[in-house]
């Protein structure tokens, strides 16, 4: 078996969905190292969401806005950890033949025991692991139409987006039955699943919900880089449960993984500062959060399969692509995107899972690819995987914003937005005095 495939298969958690197969053959059994590292990563990507994202959000929108967004990170994680035991987890790894859909197999956990066993791992701790997954996809989506949502809407909104956008990804991309998954598809910790898919229900959310009210005439600027520097800096640390959690074991492909979150993200913060400076002249904290978030997008489907060469490439050249994304053509369209969600993830995601195909080379040190497969002929797949992604969550999303519009309304009245969603939604502030 090649290094690509031995690589796929972990990162799939195959070992879950050929649990009776494996009785059959050889006794399973739990290694020690391997649950402890993946306890810890299940630990640290909640880190990412609850405080890390919601700092990170916090800090970028208005001080009348920041109890808002801490309240509705909290709440969808809340909220999809609850869903994904009720019957999440068997969407995405349930066991079923389609390349679509996991089936019922195993709705409220049927099946699942202190004994059943994921590859080397407790099963449960799979679950936990692919949960937190779960969580912070949808948290990302919040920060497109930030300051101006319905709190109820958005939660509506969410529970239906997780059913019928991510864990049928979930389920294409890492089970072994899923559509990408036997395409072949790279995409080690969830570029296309995480960030292709939550950018591009943000940036439909963006533009169905509308501009905020005083866009492009009042000043919007970031309450405290503090806070959301402080919220970057753990989404870092964060990140290597993130990406080194996925190789599901303690072993040297989650060492790749995490060498390769540390110096991609190196790469695109002095990347994104250059860029910067040389366009503005002054190289803003902003800048440097807003790339360390573009390195840590773009190494995320690739981290297992390039290496550190490859990784520090990837950091150079994702930064001034997105830095074009969030500066020139979001203001050349108008649209709102509150946080640049779209900009950095969506289009971080994209150039992350593209250059995958080519950075995994051997010839870049990369891991290399299946058996017969070529450079083109990975990139064809690579391109399938994103466009499929894109279609997917691009129609389901605009659809489930529609039906959510119809029922709940999506956005706040102009009075409220104005007033601030902190006291507006929720009857209290992030600041006195």
Known sequence: MSNFKKIMALA???????????????????????????????????????????????????????????????????????IWVLYGYSMAFGGGPSPYFGGFGKVFLSGVTPASISGTIPEYVFVVFQMTFAVITPALIIGSFAERIKFSALLLFIALWVTFVYFPIAHMVWDSTGLFFMMGAMDFAGGTVVHINAGIAA????LLIGKRVGFGKENMAP???????????????????????????????????????????????????????????????LGAASGMVAGLVAITPACGFVGPLGAIVLGFIVSPICYFFVTTVKSSFGYDDSLDVFGVHCIGGITGALL????????????????????????????????????????????????VDMIIGLRVDTDAEREGLDLASHGEAAYHG
């Open 356 to 403: 995958t195909g080519i950075l995994a080379s051997t010839a870049f040190g990369g891991v290399g690819y299946a058996t017969g497969q070529t450079m083109g002929g990975q990139e064809m797949v690579q391109i399938e995987a994103v466009l499929t992604t894109i279609i997917w969550c691009g129609i389901g999303s605009l659809v489930l914003y529609k039906i």
């Open 223 to 285: 309450h405290s880089m503090t806070l959301t520097m402080v919220g970057a800096s753990i989404l870092w640390v964060g990140w290597f449960g993130f990406n080194a959690g996925s190789a599901l074991a303690a072993n040297g492909t989650a060492a790749l993984a995490m060498i390769n979150t540390f110096v991609a993200t190196a790469a695109a913060i002095l990347a994104w500062s250059l860029v910067e400076g040389l366009a503005r002249g002054k190289a803003s904290m």
């Open 203 to 206: 940036f439909a959310g963006a």
């Open 12 to 82: 799939a958690g195959s070992a879950l969905t050929a649990l009776p197969a494996l009785a059959d053959t050889a006794p399973a059994t739990i290694n020690a190292g391997d649950t402890a590292w993946m306890m810890t990563s299940s630990a640290l990507v909640l880190f990412m969401t609850v405080p890390g994202l919601a700092l990170f959000y916090g800090g970028l929108v208005r001080t009348k806005n920041m109890l808002s967004v801490l309240m509705q990170c909290t709440l969808i994680t809340a909220l999809v950890m609850v």
